[in-house]
């Protein structure tokens, strides 16, 4: 069983930056990919960005291509998702994912998720 927890949403000006971690506990050791989804009220939950945990493989959402990168620090078994020229169409509870398929952001291939953590852009 894997647990995970986010951090380091809040509120900031369009244009600006945030950094979410997702911090990764318990059985690891089946992590095929890592994902970042997203969701607004009355929205359903949308993929956002996806690595390999394996590979380091990336991929992302048309709408966050060129202002997100994930990343990872597996030593520390910690999954990034760095956020710039972040504009209000962002606003949204971000959620940490993991899978042990490969596989791209189609949430039915995500069995464990985080709580979330709101990000706020205005």
């Known amino acids: 069983h894997v647990q995970l927890v986010e951090s380091g949403g809040g509120s900031v000006q369009a244009g600006g930056s945030l950094r979410l971690s997702c911090a990764a506990s318990g059985y690891t050791y089946n992590r095929n990919c890592m994902a970042w989804f997203r969701q607004a009220p009355g929205k359903e939950r949308e993929g956002v960005a996806r690595i390999a945990t394996g590979s380091g493989n990336t991929y992302y959402a048309d709408s966050v291509k060129g202002r997100f990168t994930i990343s990872q620090d597996n030593a520390k078994n910690t999954v990034y998702l760095q956020m710039n020229s972040l504009k209000p169409e962002d606003t949204a509870m971000y959620y940490c994912?993991?899978?042990?398929?490969?596989?791209?952001?189609?949430?039915?291939?995500?069995?464990?998720w985080g709580q979330g953590t709101q990000v706020t852009v205005s």
């Open positions: 994912a993991a899978s042990t398929l490969a596989g791209g952001l189609d949430k039915a291939l995500y069995k464990y």
